[in-house]
């Protein structure tokens, strides 16, 4: 069974930085582009950032990119990304996902609440 386990949300405040990861399992993750989506209260999933099966290449929305850093350890199969210079736009919750999934969400997410 896939299984994709976030972590490391929480409250922080306007400018600060975060560090998301994402336990992978149940399916070989060192061939599977991954990415991370976010669906903030009341609103659609949103793309964020994407990245292929090997760490090579990777991609950004528009509004994370210089701030937002996707990166993976295939030997521990999990995937991260890094929250810096958060905004009060950026509070949501936050999923990993396969790209073969059409980047649909498996998991319950973690929650990041960027508040003063």
């Known amino acids: 069974e896939v299984q994709l386990v976030e972590s490391g949300g929480g409250l922080v405040q306007p400018g600060g930085s975060l560090r998301l990861s994402c336990a992978a399992s149940g399916f070989i993750f060192r061939l599977y582009d991954m990415s991370w989506v976010r669906q903030a209260v009341g609103k659609g999933l949103e793309w964020v950032s994407s990245i292929d099966a090997s760490g090579a290449s990777t991609d950004y929305a528009d509004f994370v990119k210089g701030r937002f850093t996707i990166s993976r350890d295939n030997a521990k199969n999990t995937l991260y990304l890094q929250l810096n210079r958060l905004q009060t736009e950026d509070t949501a919750v936050y999923y990993c996902?396969?790209?073969?999934?059409?980047?649909?969400?498996r998991g319950q997410g973690t929650q990041v609440t960027v508040s003063s």
């Open positions: 996902a396969r790209r073969t999934d059409g980047n649909q969400p």
